[in-house]
């Protein structure tokens, strides 16, 4: 086992870590050329991606490519933000609205609805419900397929994908969901970016319940986590889930497995990130196992992928729309997609997401 790091990329602007950073545009930088202590700029995200939409490129300043951590095939490259604000960016967090009781997310109607999901609050604060987290009960467990800021005392409907495919019927504990305490991988995730078909999505769970050798009497992509081959899996890569843990300000990251950029995301606060990495560390796992390949993670290289990759965004065709104070982004480059939710008001950055398309026909 070999765990590697590089050197830190800063942003141009001098930075105070915060150990609850906010994914926001930072402060004015003071006018001082150089301060001991304080880092110079190579890239910033702004710099890298360089859109001529006003929203992304003020949601995306504040932001620095970090060190890459590797291990085996998996390398993660942490995005870094150290500016002040509230914690977890001032949404209250899935599992803990769920756990509390205070979000309540149900089939539609007695007869339920595959691609659909009602979700209500009783909260008196906003609830994130990020792209990629699964949901356990109803009548089958699923995949949220888009971010959701949800208000207090709003009810909506939430697009999902069902990732339980030999299941139509109410466990034993009852039709209520609860939090899996996972997401999806990000191959998963970049299928739903893509908007393949529900059966696409079957085929992909069922060729990776395959290869981890899970045994759900419910085709569950869910047990996965419960495999021997992903507990051994995560056991090599417990290191990398340690040292990006260990750092602060991270509120996105750039993942490259086997030398190729799987995705990349970023959240709306360092707390937020924190709260997600254990989840996020296991979809990335599932992402190292699945792949044929096992070239070695090299940092140096990881890290000229993710700029790369997060200059895309730069070249891209952007479609905005604007509704209930809330600015969405629709981002299309060759071989990739992703999308972005931005709040009106501050300009502050909710969630943005980049993956490689994926066809329909499983490849």
Known sequence: MRIRVLGLILVPLFLYVSDHASCGPLPDAPNEEHTPG???????????????????????SGYSVGQAVAAHNLAVVPILTVNRDEPQGGFVALDEALSSDLLVIEEIGEGGAVPTLQVSSKHNRAILLPFGAIVTGGKQDRMIR?????????????????????????????????????LASTRLKSLSNSDVSQSRVWRDV?????????RSTTANFQGNLETEKFKDSAAELEPVKKAIG??????????????KVSGAEV??????????????????????????????????????????????IGSASITQTERDGEIRLAIESVGHRGYALIEAQEGRLVHLRLFPKMREVAE
């Open 38 to 60: 304080r880092g110079t700029v190579e890239s910033g995200l702004s710099d890298l991606a360089r859109s001529d939409n006003l929203y992304l490129s003020k949601a995306l």
């Open 146 to 182: 888009e971010d959701m800021v949800l208000k207090p005392g709003e009810t909506k409907d939430v697009s999902v994908y069902c990732v339980e495919a030999g299941r139509w019927s109410a466990p034993d504990s009852g039709l209520a969901f609860k939090l899996s305490g996972s």
């Open 206 to 214: 069922s060729w990776s319940n395959d290869v981890f050798l899970n």
């Open 246 to 259: 260990a750092q602060s300000g991270v509120c996105g990251a750039v993942i490259v497995v086997d030398g």
């Open 267 to 312: 959240f709306a606060s360092s707390d937020y990130f924190s709260n997600l990495w254990p989840q996020l560390f296991d979809s990335y796992v599932i992402d190292a196992t699945l792949s044929e390949g096992s070239t070695e993670a090299e940092p140096e290289e990881a890290e000229e992928a993710a700029r790369h990759y997060l200059s895309l």
